[in-house]
């Protein structure tokens, strides 16, 4: 089976993207072509696959983006058995095309949810933007397979539909938790909770507790960031490949979600809490209703309130000085992962739906 998968808003490195779908489909013999805006990140294709490069599609300049890959589209559709999608913007790229190969859409988030987190879209364009995305999810369903990312998105369309989970993969061993220093992984931004985390990095540091951020961060809290790291207080790692930065998850104190109070957040599983328990770390969360339900369920880490800096530092120190309970969360955590949330498990269902829509035999 070839498999054209396309985004021009996510990283060409995506964890959900590259390393978890894409890698899936080569470990079982397929072959991809993945089409990504590499040129846009400063990145190169894996060896592995067949990369595109495409433009990227950012807050208000999407239009070029959407045409090149719909030019691609076009140009494979008789060359590949299926054609797999990430960014609403795409379904726009793929609409009307004649003789095409089956198209899946993966519904990564709440899409009429995050346009509160758009700063770049106007107040006054997001109830008609919202209403435009409710119309253009019921028009993919009709038209395409649906992936669903999160059980909570089902209530949005008619029919059911597969739920591939932000699962991640999870070692065979992993070392203890330590005692200096505490991580994040994953976007940032205001909402996510980066304030907050400088803040927590001010408190932490009479204490020798470090604080290490991994990831990108969006145009509006880059310059909070930067003077964070001028002063000393954090380090940041910008964006780094997936199965780089969960190596940084190894023998940290805990791992940090503290995501605000947000519609797109309230019914999704932070994936770091996965990745954070994957590799052995007591969890610090803010209590969004799916964090709470998995760390409270297993055990794994603490649950702060929202925007409490104070707080997160008060739940850091406890676990620093409470060696028994941060290595007993974090071996519950790891225990718990690896039974429930392992890749692998998910990846033979999503290989073999997408084999069936194909109509590709093993």
Known sequence: MHVLVMTV???????????RQIRALVDAGHEVTYAAPYTARGVVPRSWVTGVDLPRAAERRRVTAVRAARRLFKSMRGKVDLALVHDPELLFAVAGVRNRPPVVWDVHEDTPATLSLKPWLPAFLRPPTRFLARLLEGTAERHLHLLLAETAYAGRFREAHLVVPNETWVPDNVSAPGDDRVVYLGWLSEARGVREAVEVARLLRPHRVAVELIG?????????LAGAVEEGLLEWRDFMPNDEALKRLDGALAGLSLLHDEPNYRHSMPTKIVEYMAHGI???TTPSPRAVELVERYQSGMVVPWQDPQAVA???LSLRDNTEERRGAGARGYAAARANHHWPNSARRFVAQLETWAGVRR
């Open 9 to 19: 808003v996510h990283h060409p490195e995506d964890a959900r993207i590259l390393h």
């Open 216 to 224: 990108y961060a969006d145009p509006q809290t880059r310059p909070v």
């Open 282 to 284: 007591p969890v610090i």
């Open 314 to 316: 008060k739940a850091v």
